[in-house]
């Protein structure tokens, strides 16, 4: 069987931290690997109260993008062959949907069947504080194969700006699909 194509599935939820499902975008488009977005109508409200960036410039970035009501886009079947999905930020609303998988969006739909295929999936959640609640659906999800990676700045790298902060913690969320941005400052390597 061939290797899956280098294509990644870009799901930007409603949760605040809309900057980070950008930054991977401009990252996967200088890598050469093609993605497929998929922004929820809680996301498009976010990014226009924390970016200057319109919709259209976001979805200018990506590959592919999808509507959420699509439900029979590509990134919906276990036949679209990927490296998986990185949901960035992830809404405890859109979390809690993959866990159960009562899928009501292209977005959670796309993640479910990651799980499914056994695919990397990536939820960068974006939530604090958590209850016991939030907690349980997030171990539940690791059980089942998803890594949860909230956005935790590195200070070890001496960022000297939010942007420093957003470049490291998206460059090591890819890491885990194996893609190296090269702009990622490792611990005891110079």
């Not at 280098?6 to 930007?12: Q, Y």
């Not at 499914?116 to 504080?129: C, D, G, I, Q």
Request: contains cysteine; neutral net charge; aromatic residues 4%.
């Amino acid at each position: 069987m061939n290797p899956p194509p280098t294509r990644l599935i870009v799901g930007i939820s409603g949760a605040s931290g809309v900057v980070h499902g950008i930054r991977v975008l401009q990252m996967l488009e200088r890598l050469g690997v093609e993605s497929h977005l998929v922004m929820s109508r809680a996301a498009e409200v976010t990014l226009s109260h924390e970016s200057d960036m319109k919709l259209a410039e976001v979805r200018a970035l990506a590959t592919h993008w999808h509507k959420m009501e699509d439900i029979g886009a590509a990134p919906a079947s276990g036949s679209f062959r990927s490296l998986g999905m990185i949901v960035a930020p992830c809404s405890i609303r859109t979390m809690s949907e993959i866990a159960t998988g009562v899928t009501s969006s292209l977005l959670t739909r796309a993640a479910d069947v990651t799980l499914k295929e056994r695919r990397r999936l990536v939820l960068m959640v974006r939530e604090t504080p958590l209850h016991t609640g939030h907690l349980r659906t997030m171990l539940q999800l690791s059980e089942m194969g998803a890594v949860i990676a909230p956005p935790a700045p590195a200070f070890y790298t001496r960022p000297q700006s939010l942007d420093d902060m957003v470049e490291h913690t998206v460059g090591r969320m890819l890491d885990l699909f194996g893609l190296d941005c090269g702009t990622i400052k490792r611990w005891g390597e110079e």
